[in-house]
């Protein structure tokens, strides 16, 4: 089928209601500015999961963190999406603007590297902050830093892994139909990981690019499998995404760290979500392994329900009045791939 074909079917959908959630924020931007929603059923509806680990970051790591960036001796390295999130007392941004902390934006995380070797005395905590997508760098780092005796650099840690939420979410969530899968993570990991989930819940997972007609694929994909009684995964990616995955960058990712629960904001604990440094690398470690209680909520915020698709954003209480990308008040409203910044710029 072409794409006014599927456009065409996808439009007259006229069966049973349907949720299939876009888990990266990647997808939900495209879906916004390709005006997917106007394009298919009201009958079918798209909501957006937990594929921005920005967003699921609790406040308790930021406030690590600016501890780290507090103390002598001590520099805090991270991206510059990190720097608006905030923690229980401020962001990284306003800890920096006080003067008193030592926070300095990286661009990749060999940078601490350069940085240690030159610097011996000084401490570089890297705030590692990631998916699948982006551990295998982490672990390549520590490699680096262990093969060239570099001692003065640690991880402090929130890496987590997108397929154990998304087993929670199947587990605690019978009402989402089916998934696109994150594209980004998929290079990783691969499309025959989805193969348990869907075999054991018995809905479609649809690996897919970024491109309108991708997406509009993979929707079809999963309204026909519905349809036809199937819960199977497809990979509609395959210029990207290989069956096995990338298995060197696996490889090197599970040599270098192991799992174990880890906090997910508005979620709580899931257990083997999280990774951290292997006993041969907890030199390299910040404390990550410790499991910091997530600051309480306050019963108007609707972070959790939005991470997982229970509404969308501008549903929360708190979207565009107590929480704006210039006064958040959680990660969803700061990244790029966070589904309540992305509403805000389209929909408020």
Request: aromatic content about 8%; some cysteine; hydrophobic content about 35%.
């Amino acid at each position: 089928m072409d794409v006014k074909q599927i456009i065409d079917y996808l439009s007259a959908y006229d069966g049973r209601p349907l949720k299939i959630m876009e888990v990266c924020g990647t997808h939900t931007a495209a879906i916004f500015k390709n005006g997917i929603r106007s394009l298919i059923s009201d009958r079918i509806k798209l909501i957006s999961g937990p594929g921005c680990p920005v967003c699921v970051t609790p406040t308790a790591y930021i406030d690590k963190c600016i501890e780290y960036a507090s103390m002598e001796g001590h520099v805090l390295l991270t991206f510059g999406d990190m720097m608006k999130v905030p923690g229980s007392r401020g962001s990284l941004s306003e800890a920096k603007g006080s003067g008193a902390v030592n926070i300095d934006i990286m661009y990749s995380p060999f940078e601490a590297l350069e940085k240690a070797e030159k610097n011996p005395d000084i401490t570089y905590v890297v705030a590692a902050v990631g998916f699948e997508t982006t551990v295998p760098t982490y672990a390549m780092m520590i490699k680096e830093a262990a093969a060239r005796g570099i001692k003065n650099v640690r991880l402090v840690t929130a890496l987590k892994k997108v397929m154990t939420a998304l087993e929670w979410i199947c587990e605690n969530q019978e009402d989402v139909d089916g998934f696109i899968c994150p594209g980004h993570v998929s290079v990783i990991t691969g499309s025959d990981v989805y193969k348990p989930l869907s075999e054991k819940y018995r809905r479609p997972f649809v690996v897919t690019g970024f491109e309108a007609e991708h997406i509009l694929a993979s929707i079809y994909r999963i309204v026909r499998q519905i349809e036809d009684g199937k819960g199977e995964t497809e990979n509609l990616y395959r210029s990207a995404v290989k069956d096995a995955g990338n298995r060197k960058a696996v490889e090197i990712m599970e040599s270098v760290f192991e799992p174990g629960p880890a906090m997910w904001r508005g979620l709580g604990i899931i257990e083997d979500s999280g990774l951290y440094l292997r006993d041969e690398f907890r030199g390299y470690d910040g404390g990550s392994r410790e499991l910091y209680e997530d600051m309480e909520l306050p019963a108007e915020c609707r972070c959790g329900d939005v991470i997982v698709g229970r509404i969308n954003p501008d549903q929360c209480p708190m979207f565009g009045r107590k929480c704006t990308p210039m006064d958040p008040f959680g990660p969803c409203m700061v990244s790029s791939e966070g589904s309540c910044g992305i509403w805000y710029r389209n929909v408020h």
